[in-house]
DNA sequence: GTCTATAGAGAGATAGAC
DNA sequence: GTCTATCTCTCTATAGAC
């Protein structure tokens, strides 16, 4: 249902400055806690016209949603259809998940609460329906082809996973990773957006996903997972949103 | 500060009640979400009854969070400080871990929503400090006192690891485990909690544990981690709340 | 201990001017 | 497109009777 709400380019402008101001807002703060009137003050508009773009708080959340989930699924997509044996193109998978959440942070606690309302209360959009899954359902088609293919693919027969086991626990360490560490250890000037921090936990997930297909992975002779705040920030400086 | 209201009998199971209810419904939807109109619905008072053993929204929910990571401290603590060597030790207290949220499954949201939470926003008790904070330090005392017997210990040593980012890893694997699960497969009959799931995830995490020391696991020559909804149910019914 | 009744703040939605 | 003004509802917190 492609709103018909044609938008000028000044309009259209405005209208991403409100949805990143509001991926901002509702990752930190979630639905319920984070004001229309905040998203607005941030863009520097007033409350009012948000309501040109977006019917409600609820639209305006759902459109957040959608764009994040859309980004992460384009790279996924990227990397399982590519060319090349699947004991390649999953933990590449795996890699641009763990790139895309660095990059995106926000993904990380928004997925982190929209998995914490699942399955019973008020996170449903406008038509009563689970809003996690509308957005969540593209990479289920997605895994349907790999695993269709992998039944082919005696790497995968062999290692006989459940795609699902596999998925979440790769979900939530790196969603954790990001977002856990700045607040179980405030003041130890962690940073897992810091690109050496993150390559270590990007390392540590590939590590596991190798062992989980029982293939060599890349851990051979380079035992690294360390990344503490002494780390030396030899690489850079940014890495942050 | 141990507020000084003594309570009767009568009053102590009122206000187990109101904990009991106010675990669930938090968990479930969070904080901002939760009407204490339906807590007390919950335990058939009225809402206004509730301020007679918590002061306001803010204490009781604090009260479920320290009553939740008591337990799980208790289970962690009673683990980690067993006699026996540190790797063996450990991925006990892993075990603990998954077990205690098998148990206890509003714990995985409670500490979904908080690690959302974390960092910026509201989520300040009534001092204005993090409320997460204050009930994860024992852990970190705990933690501390492995950290520096594993010194001493040639398995830890030569594992070399992050604590926190094991931590952290295994934390967000359970708990997305639990949580995910019902949300992302909604109609398979996926029951993260079953006993027979419960323990393909306890095997799967003790697998990572095992590995992550550099010690021989639970994995040789035992391929089960599979969970799927085909699962023979032949251990037994229960395993909900 | 538990209740009824009410006060009071907050925040989303709407109407309509510019 | 963006604003001001206002309406209305929901929910917490409080006062005080039983």
Redesign the pocket.
Known sequence: MPEAV???P??????QAILAAAERLFAERGFA?????DV?DAV??????I???F????ELYDAVLADVFAGLHERIETALLATGPLARRIPAAAAAWVDYVGERPSLARLLLREVADSGYRAGLARDGEPALLAHIQPFFALAARIVEEGEADPVLVRAHLDPVHVASSIAGATVFFVAAMPALLPGHGFEPLRPDQLAAHRHQILDLVHRLLGIPGPSVGTPRPRADASTDASTDGHGSR
């Open positions: 044609r938008i000028s000044r309009g259209e402008r405005t209208r806690e984070t004001r229309l009137e607005a520097e508009i007033r409350r009012a016209s309501v040109y773009y019917r409600d708080k609820r």
